[in-house]
């Protein structure tokens, strides 16, 4: 399974931005990467994915680099119902069309007041 | 907004005892999945259903696991014979197709 690669544990500052890295040299042309996050005691929530461009969407950014081998989920500005354990995950096209994510560790992101 | 909901919240039962997780699927989604995370572990994937087949299932998913869509609304994961290792949060998810998923709640399971 492809692999990413994450920093265990990142700390912000509540209303500022937070840059969220992740490595995955072994990306393929057809892997998507997708971000989730995890807050405490609950399931896994969808943030954002991306296949080449960089994305927005109401909830965050995400900056892919020009050679896809690294990736950056940007919170523009913290608040501490960010803080929680965000996943980079690759998905893997199938050839049955589903969705199997498989999930590393993450970034444990503290948010301080 | 549309969500997955799950029930029970938590479900506390017996070694060796028979429980049913259901989940019930956002409604246009056709591809529902189960993921298990033990308490400090990663979430695990444990099994796709598309169209009332496996899509795939891990090595987790032996045969004291099934799933099964019984009507038109509800997503089941059955363990037979449960085990200690059991223990652990069951989440359900789905997606419309093979792009993002959406997870529920989940439900904490405890295996005495």
């Known amino acids: 399974d492809a692999k990413t690669t994450q920093p265990n544990s990142m700390e912000s500052n509540e209303e500022e931005p937070v840059h969220l890295p992740c490595n995955h040299s072994?990306?393929?042309?057809?892997?998507?990467i997708h971000w989730y996050r995890q807050l405490p005691s609950q399931g896994p929530e969808y943030v954002i994915h991306?296949?080449?461009s960089n994305v927005n969407n109401r909830m965050a950014s995400l900056a892919i680099a020009e050679d896809r081998k690294s990736s950056t989920l940007i919170l523009h500005r913290a608040t501490l119902r960010d803080a929680a354990v965000y996943y980079c995950i690759l998905r893997v096209p199938v050839s049955g069309g589903y969705n199997k994510l498989i999930f590393g560790a993450g970034t444990r992101l503290a948010v301080h007041p | 907004e549309p969500e997955v909901t799950q029930t029970p919240s938590h479900q506390v039962t017996q070694m060796g005892q028979e429980v049913i997780l259901r989940c019930v699927p956002i409604s246009n989604h056709l591809y529902f999945y189960w993921y298990r995370q033990i308490l400090g572990q990663k979430v695990e994937f444990l099994v796709s259903f598309y169209n009332n087949e496996i899509s795939e299932k891990s090595e987790i998913f032996d045969d004291q696991f099934s799933v099964e869509r019984p009507d038109g609304s509800n997503f089941t994961l059955k363990i037979r014979s449960t085990k200690l290792e059991d223990s652990a949060m069951y989440f359900c998810?789905?997606?419309?197709?093979?792009?993002?998923?959406?997870f529920g709640p989940g439900t904490r399971l405890t295996v005495l």
């Open positions: 072994t990306i393929s042309g057809t892997d998507y």
């Open positions: 991306g296949l080449t």
């Open positions: 998810a789905s997606s419309v197709g093979p792009s993002v998923a959406f």
